[in-house]
């Protein structure tokens, strides 16, 4: 059973895929309207796509957060950075800053991130204290 969620004009999509119906691509849709140029090109470059590769494979490509937040095996499907690169250019390559997410933990974290700086940094915390823990091997 494959999974699906909604399109905008009301048509079942597989995840990931783009709308047969309307040809609506969320990604490329927040790529247009969110992140600047910069960042686009960033997120496309085979620095950032090696790195993604190499932080899932450090963590055994485990969901990190929900391991150490619910005590659940998940299999990652993406990198987080913790602090955003909007925030800080300078530690988009660093992977003591990288966190690898399933999707809906992502959703969860950029939920809290939304809420404010204050929000923010005791989620970032919390992400950095789960890393600590993952290289410790708690």
């Known amino acids: 059973m494959m999974l699906t969620k909604l399109c905008r004009c009301g048509a079942k999509v597989p995840v990931g895929e783009v709308c047969k119906v309307c040809g609506y691509d ?3 849709a927040y790529d247009k309207q969110v992140r600047d140029e910069k960042t686009k090109k960033f997120y496309k470059s085979t620095q950032w796509t090696s790195l993604a590769k190499q932080t899932r494979y450090r963590y055994h ?23 955003p690169v909007r925030d800080d250019w300078s530690k988009r390559l ?11 933990s992502h959703a969860e974290i950029e ?10 940094e005791v989620k970032a915390r919390e ?4 890393l600590e823990k993952f290289r410790e091997g708690y």
């Open 26 to 28: 969320r990604h490329k």
């Open 61 to 83: 490509n485990l969901d990190v957060y929900q391991l150490y937040k619910y005590n659940r095996l998940v299999p990652s499907e993406m990198v987080h950075h913790i602090i």
């Open 94 to 104: 660093d992977p003591d800053y990288l966190i690898p997410l399933s999707n809906q």
């Open 111 to 120: 939920r809290e991130y939304d809420k404010g700086h204050e929000f923010k």
């Open 127 to 130: 992400l950095l204290s789960f």
